[in-house]
T-cell receptor, first 113, second 112 residues
Framework: GIQVEQSPPDLILQEGANSTLRCNFSDSVNNLQWFHQNPWGQLINLFYIPSGTKQNGRLSATTVATERYSLLYISSSQTTDSGVYFCAPTFMNYGGSQGNLIFGKGTKLSVKP | DTAVSQTPKYLVTQMGNDKSIKCEQNLGHDTMYWYKQDSKKFLKIMFSYNNKELIINETVPNRFSPKSPDKAHLNLHINSLELGDSAVYFC???????????FGPGTRLLVL
């Protein structure tokens, strides 16, 4: 079956450090989104990135669809970056035409001051 | 203005009751969704809906039913609530089915 695997599951950083979060997926995708769920539970859309590289401030993301992975880079981390980061692709052969996001289990990030 | 809103934010109810969660989007999007986040933070699609088609995830019990009075609203009705229905329910919308999805703030449901 289809799988979305995120690593690492947990990550503790000192403020100012950089990090890379990885998302591997098992099949061809229509699109892929990265979300940040903050400690209050709100899901914030970070990137819509079915392929290529995008940057938004201290965050950037790269998806290599042919190799079935995506990366999220966080530079100069801040305490407000804490929370859970989810990768969520839609799969061409599993509801992709309907936009059904399939979420990974997330990476829980804690940034210490 | 909140792009995707849900009411209520919290819902505490007894087993066996019937309840509804409302969702509204003011983005002019064509497609809306419901997701469930369980106690382990795992998010799973329940429904996707546009004005033409409702797609139901096969694992969703038929006690759950989405109802769309118009393009801007997709409400979730739950009959005969069970303890296992306790979760956070998120509504989302997108312009087209494959485009960026924007999520509401979530509704935390607790069934006692």
């Amino acid at each position: 079956g289809i799988q979305v695997e995120q690593s690492p599951p947990d990550l503790i950083l000192q403020e100012g450090a950089n990090s890379t979060l990885r998302c591997n997926f098992s099949d061809s995708v229509n699109n892929l989104q990265w979300f940040h769920q903050n400690p209050w539970g709100q899901l914030i859309n970070l990137f819509y990135i079915p392929s290529g590289t995008k940057q938004n401030g201290r965050l950037s993301a790269t998806t290599v669809a042919t190799e079935r992975y995506s990366l999220l880079y966080i530079s100069s981390s801040q305490t407000t970056d804490s929370g859970v980061y989810f990768c969520a692709p839609t799969f061409m052969n599993y509801g992709g035409s309907q936009g059904n996001l399939i979420f990974g289990k997330g990476t829980k990030l804690s940034v210490k001051p | 203005d909140t792009a995707v809103s849900q009411t209520p934010k919290y819902l505490v109810t007894q087993m066996g009751n019937d309840k509804s969660i409302k969702c509204e989007q003011n983005l002019g999007h064509d497609t809306m969704y419901w997701y469930k986040q369980d106690s382990k933070k795992f998010l799973k699609i329940m429904f996707s809906y546009n004005n033409k088609e409702l797609i139901i995830n096969e694992t969703v019990p038929n006690r759950f039913s989405p109802k769309s009075p118009d393009k801007a609203h997709l409400n979730l009705h739950i009959n005969s609530l069970e303890l296992g229905d306790s979760a956070v329910y998120f509504c989302a919308s997108s312009q087209w089915a494959r485009e960026t999805q924007y999520f509401g703030p979530g509704t935390r449901l607790l069934v006692l």
